[in-house]
């Protein structure tokens, strides 16, 4: 189950990565053009959110899991220690 949790977290972390790698290619957008605009800062913050969106999403997917199916063990073992 600890693994489960270890692959949630490195999602997540895959995720933001990916988040900050479409920031800084929006800023080196902005200085090479030497002028701002919302439409060089749109298309790669928003490809960036769906990057961190979705890691989160199945980082907490997968911890939820593995929370839930060591819960089930702990009953499961729980169960049968007292039909001993």
Do not use: C, H
């Amino acid at each position: 189950m600890k693994s489960l949790r270890l692959n949630s977290m490195f999602i997540a972390v895959l995720g933001f990565i990916f988040f900050l790698y479409a920031t800084s290619s929006i800023l080196i957008k902005i200085g090479i053009a030497g002028q701002f605009s919302f439409g060089a800062i749109a298309g790669p913050l928003g490809e960036g959110l769906i990057g961190l969106i979705v890691g989160l999403t199945l980082a907490l997917i997968l911890y939820g899991f593995s929370w839930i199916a060591e819960w089930k063990n702990i009953v499961a073992i729980g169960k049968r220690d007292n039909e001993s």
